[in-house]
């Protein structure tokens, strides 16, 4: 699914959903859900051919795959949460949105842990 076919799928369901709201707001939400997940699920051949290639170059500069399976599951964990946080604000649930992206920055945080000190102690044994 290429640009101009998510835009014309996006402007569809936003007008469907102006229109509906007036009546059934529900069903309108739901909508918008709908339409984004599966503009989520079109782009998940692009999103796993940029992480193949990512592997790919990752083995070929013999960067541990410990370190780069972290880096791209950080990737992803923002790409989700930044979804589910716009669906909880599409649906008028600001707050919970909020949590969903607090807790994605925690867990990112705890996952870089790893990452951080491996990158320290690379400092520490090149600095005498």
Wanted: with cysteine; aromatic share 6%.
């Amino acid at each position: 699914m290429d640009i101009l076919q998510v835009v014309g799928l996006g402007l569809v369901v936003c007008i469907l959903a102006i229109i509906l709201r007036v009546q059934k707001p529900p069903m309108a939400t739901m909508l918008s859900i709908t339409a984004g997940i599966m503009i989520f699920f079109a782009m998940m051949p692009q999103i796993t051919s940029v992480f193949n290639v990512l592997r790919d170059l990752a083995g070929q500069a013999n960067v541990s795959m410990v370190y780069m399976g972290t880096i791209l599951k950080i990737v992803g964990i923002a790409y989700i949460a930044d979804f589910g946080s716009q669906i909880c604000r599409d649906a008028g649930e600001g707050a919970l949105a909020s949590k969903i992206e607090f807790a994605a920055k925690v867990i990112v945080l705890v996952m870089a842990v790893p990452i951080i000190v491996a990158v320290l102690q690379t400092l520490i044994k090149l600095v005498p």
